[in-house]
């Protein structure tokens, strides 16, 4: 996750009441058959200008960071999310799915959520068009790993007489914001400075401040 400071990140952070503008998939080192064996570790993202790519960490240095981490999946599925994002790569940006996304969370003129999900064209329709979350849902939900899926109850008899259990249902890969996997339940949260060795007793604070000697 990214906190972006662009234009149309201040834009996404707007629409999607989250300080979350950006979501790049981390893929490993050297997938994109460069020679230097020594990156800081590569990622896929969706740029506005340049499309599905692969690119370092170095693209994200500076910026406020978090990282979502799915939890108890095997080395296969891992590999077939890896997979699933690398065959996109040189996709093309899809803004049309921003304008449908500004028109599910901010609608005009407001209707019952349920009735939204209809009105959206859903992207282009493109195959070969997708922005940084819808890439990653779409990515996690081929292997059935859940961001956050809608439910139903169903009647189950084999459990016991009366019983119900809870159905997930996936939600259209082109609704998902970068926020929704930092809210998933399904993904342990890092933040990064913390797992850095983080002290408070190595921050310097104005001496005022720390000494409490601030005037009225």
């Known amino acids: ?16 009441q ?23 570790g590569e990622f896929i993202e969706a740029d506005v200008v340049e499309g599905i790519r692969i690119v370092d960490f170095d693209e994200f240095r500076g910026y406020n960071l978090r990282i979502c981490r799915p939890v108890g999946l095997r080395k ?3 590999e077939a999310v890896v997979e699933f994002a690398c065959q996109r790569i040189g996709y093309q940006y899809d803004l049309r799915n921003i304008f449908d996304l500004a028109r599910y969370l901010l609608p005009i003129p407001p209707v019952p959520s349920r009735w939204r999900r209809r009105m959206l064209g859903l992207g282009s329709g493109e195959p070969t068009r997708a922005i940084c979350s819808t890439l990653i849902a779409q990515a996690f939900q081929s292997i059935n790993y859940p961001i956050l899926p809608d439910h139903m109850w169903q009647d189950d008899e084999s459990l016991c ?15 998902f914001t970068p926020r929704d996997f930092d809210f998933s339940p399904y993904f342990l949260v890092i ?26």
């Open 191 to 216: 933040k990064p400075l913390l797992e850095t060795g983080f002290t408070p007793y190595a921050l310097a604070w104005e001496a005022e401040i720390l000494s409490g000697e601030i005037e009225e």
């Open 76 to 78: 296969e599925d891992i």
């Open 18 to 40: 989250s300080s979350w503008s950006h979501a790049a998939l981390y893929i490993g080192n050297s997938r994109s058959g460069d020679s230097q064996g020594e990156r800081s």
């Open 161 to 175: 007489q009366g019983c119900r259990r809870k159905i997930l249902k996936k939600r259209h890969h082109t609704l």
């Open 1 to 16: 996750m990214v906190e972006g400071t662009s234009r149309i990140s201040t834009a996404i952070k707007y629409l999607t």
